[in-house]
């Protein structure tokens, strides 16, 4: 069974301009969450989507945004990038349905941006 | 809001040899998961072992228990036999036992690099 997979595996972008990140989770998940994981704030939780629909949200202001495909894959999009915004983005998806088995996370290599 | 803190930001350890890693975290639930993942360069993040909150029972996983305890807030990583392979970044995490807000959410602390000798 193939992993979690990112796409592209490294980005370069400059100030103001927009990204979207593409994650396609296991086969048969239905969950996908997103994280940012930089040296300073470590890793910090951007969204999760369940068969299609926003379940929950971190703090991140409204330039990140995400959806989830009817198949499961999901995007993440950044507008007006700032230099700030360089990061690794990790996915990770679930089968989801609330029990701890079907909540466990298997994440992909993710997508280093950076931002010039 | 809870918190997850790692206080070691690197740790050591000789090949066959024991290491322990530590976390502490703050939370007003009564209801969790705890995790230890690993991240090697390769920089996906792989499971290492879980705990619930509600088993008094320490994890364990081949080479890898931990020590939960519950009322000190303390959930510490223990390797044993270390092997060149076990090389990498650690993160301590905490996932909220509630629906809605622990949706796909884990709280990380800011990871523990650990170096194996051989």
């Known amino acids: 069974k193939a992993g979690v997979t990112q796409t592209p595996r490294y980005l370069i972008k400059t100030r103001g301009q927009q990204v979207t990140l593409s994650c396609s989770p296991i086969?048969?998940?239905?969950?996908v969450s997103w994280y940012q994981q930089t040296p300073g704030q470590g890793l910090q939780f951007l969204f999760e989507?369940?068969?299609?629909?926003?379940?929950n949200k971190g703090n991140f202001p409204g330039r990140f945004s995400g959806r989830q495909f009817s198949n499961s894959r999901s995007e993440m999009n950044v507008s007006t990038l700032e230099l700030g915004d360089s990061a690794l983005y990790l996915c990770?998806?679930?089968?989801?349905?609330?029990?701890?088995?079907?909540?466990?996370?298997?994440f992909g290599s993710g997508t280093q941006l950076s931002v010039l | 809001a809870q918190t997850v803190t790692q206080s070691q930001p690197e740790m050591s350890v000789q090949e066959a040899e024991t290491v322990t890693l530590s976390c502490t975290y703050d939370?007003?639930?009564?209801?969790?998961?705890l995790f230890w993942y690993k991240q090697p360069p390769s920089r996906q993040m792989i499971l290492v072992i879980r705990?619930?909150?509600?088993?008094?029972q320490n994890a364990t996983e081949n080479r890898f228990s931990v020590n939960f305890q519950k009322a000190a807030k303390s959930f510490s990583l223990k390797i044993s036999d270390s092997q060149l392979g076990d090389a990498a970044m650690y993160f301590c995490?905490?996932?909220?036992?509630?629906?809605?807000?622990?949706?796909?959410?884990?709280?990380f602390g800011q990871g523990t690099i650990l170096t194996v000798h051989p």
């Open positions: 990770a998806s679930s089968l989801g349905g609330g029990t701890p088995t079907r909540e466990k996370l298997f």
């Open positions: 086969s048969g998940h239905r969950s």
């Open positions: 989507y369940f068969s299609e629909t926003q379940r």
């Open positions: 939370t007003s639930e009564s209801d969790y998961y």
């Open positions: 705990q619930e909150a509600y088993k008094q």
């Open positions: 995490a905490y996932r909220s036992a509630k629906g809605g807000t622990s949706y796909g959410k884990l709280t």
